[in-house]
């Protein structure tokens, strides 16, 4: 059989892809190594609690498009963002806001929140930021930086600040109000029965083969689609032939506790250097579960090396020159459309992914 598309990936860009397409009657063929659907969104249950396998995803959007997109088809519960950091046995409220600078300082008011971070921040006389470090301490001075920005963001990164470009954090938000959602966005929420059944109703109408390899694959179909849209990454397309990007891997450790309520919150950062992990998950918090047990996941960074999973590109600029080089090795392959975070080389957040995958079909389509 020949299908329109074959593609590469059962996560968000993928399947909404393939939505867009199959509803205007293309036929897609989907494929995806792993054995389920949703791609790095991917929940199971275990215990009763729909556990989020591949790290914390909450859907947050400003996009009014793309929010009906998904709540036009599954239903979202009200789930707030509003995680907690710990260091070195102290808790503090995230994002930054008036509870966060109140447990740093004892202050009570926005001007006394303002003149304090002022006053730490002015006596570094830095100019122009050579690092991050620096841009750091500019915008938010020694508390801010020492106890919830440096640990975390050298184990996020696998550098020290000192080596990583300042504009990692043109900004560091700072909320002189006592608000600990951590988003702006006005929509946000977790699919109640979680991500692979947003997904699976995206994929209705296409065809999907799972625990498939694309390069096997290809060589056994050869010619089976007109088009290829993969979302794979795109130096590991090519075979590493310039040499590879730089991603970021993570290694989870999940188990089930028997107690009812680990540590009250979804979501408690560890900011910390010498604590191995980022943070910890509860996942049934997501959900407001109240079952008898609790399913736990730390979450630890890992430098990636080809052969590892790839979570996230670490596009700090200096990888500019070798992208564009992929860039352009990409155009003698019209046959071969790259999406997703990984095919694009950029750090998308899921409603970003979704824009992508909706506005790159219809331009698709557009192109007859």
Known sequence: MHYDYLIVGAGLYGAAFAQQMSAVGKRCLVIDRRPHVAGNAHCEEREGISM???GAHIFHTSDEEVWDYVTSRVRFNNYINSPVAIYHGELYNLPFNMNTFARLWGITTPQQAQEEIQRQASRHNIGQPKNLEEQALKLVGDDIYQKLVKGYTEKQWGRDCKDLPPFLIKRLPLRFVFDNNYFTDRYQGIPEEGYDTLVQKLLEG????LSTEYTEFVEQNPGIASKTVYTGTIDGFFQYCYGPLEYRSLRFETEVLDCENYQGNAVVNYT????????????KHFNFGTQPKTVITREYPAQWQPGMEPYYPVNTGCHQE??????????????????????????????QVLRAALDGARKELAQG
């Open 272 to 283: 910390a250097r010498e604590v191995p992990y980022t943070r910890i998950i509860e996942h």
């Open 206 to 209: 296409s065809e999907v083969l």
């Open 52 to 54: 989020h396998y591949y």
């Open 322 to 351: 070798l992208l564009a080089r992929y860039q352009e090795l990409a155009k003698s392959r019209p046959d071969v459309l790259f999406g997703g975070r990984l095919g694009s080389y950029r750090y998308y957040n899921m409603d």
